[in-house]
């Protein structure tokens, strides 16, 4: 198994305040890795934190054998690790064509463009429609096929099925299932714990910054304490 990520040891916060430390954890090629826990519990602090979006962090982080601490994020693009936003990951008055286009540090992008609509074939019935009129779940193909023209090794996924339909939901996380199978691994935040893990190999369980456990996906859905105390009803 390859390791892509490895995190050890890591802190960070805001200001004066640590929120997360002591952090520890990895994702090897073309894993699915869901972080969960309760509100507030630090999950999108430390996607923050991975994407280089914060100021105050420590400890190590490496992509690969490459240190990551201290590379702004629109660096981190051009190394393998792209970011889906949970909101807002469109541009609803442009083209699905011209989503794909405005997207930066894409080499041969013509060749990535096609392949993108060959993976996605709905996208390409629509390429000169303007994603602001596509349905909602083409609407998430869009932001995949956007992440994925970079040719990333590894997809950052803060809260993917936060604000969508239950339909919705399956949809994206079928996405996301499909992403080793590009060649892609996936690490994904989630408040649905329960269906995150279902898609996924590994799971961590964050608590007041910390992480509390960590078990193969498997073990966590199956112990019924820790997943009435951890991963709520959904
Ligand atoms: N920009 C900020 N400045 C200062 N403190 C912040 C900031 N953003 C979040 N926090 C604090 O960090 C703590 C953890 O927040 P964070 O959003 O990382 O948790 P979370 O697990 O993602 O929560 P949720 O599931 O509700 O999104 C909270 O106490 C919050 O008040």
């Known amino acids: 198994m390859t390791r892509l990520l ?75 690790v792209v970011y889906v936003p949970q909101v807002e990951n469109v541009f609803p008055t442009l083209t699905v064509t011209e989503n794909l286009q405005v997207v930066e540090g894409v080499t041969d992008r013509r060749h990535r463009i096609e392949a993108m609509f060959d993976r996605f074939p709905a996208l390409a019935e629509r390429r000169r429609t303007r994603a602001g009129a596509l349905s909602g779940g083409e609407r998430q193909q869009l932001a995949f096929a956007r992440a994925l023209m970079p040719a990333p090794k590894l997809m950052i996924l803060d809260e993917p099925t936060a604000a969508l339909s239950p339909a919705l939901v399956h949809e994206v996380l079928e996405l996301i299932r499909g992403l080793p199978a590009l060649g892609v691994s996936a690490l994904l935040v989630e408040q649905r714990a329960r269906q995150a893990l279902a898609i996924s190999d590994r799971g961590y369980i964050l608590d007041t910054g910390r992480v509390v456990i960590h078990d193969t996906a498997e073990r966590l859905l199956a112990d019924e304490r820790m997943a009435d105390l951890y991963l709520g009803t959904h």
């Not at 050890?8 to 090629?29: K, Q």
């Not at 100021?55 to 490496?62: A, F, N």
């Open 6 to 80: 490895t995190v050890s040891d890591l802190a960070a916060g805001y200001g004066e305040v640590d929120i997360v430390s002591g952090i520890s954890l990895h994702v090897d090629a073309l894993e699915i890795v869901t972080i969960a826990g309760t509100n507030g519990s630090g999950k999108s602090t430390l996607v923050k934190a991975l994407m280089g979006l914060l100021t105050r962090v420590r400890g190590e982080m490496r992509l690969g054998d490459t240190p990551l601490l201290g590379v702004p994020a629109e660096k981190r693009i051009g190394m393998g």
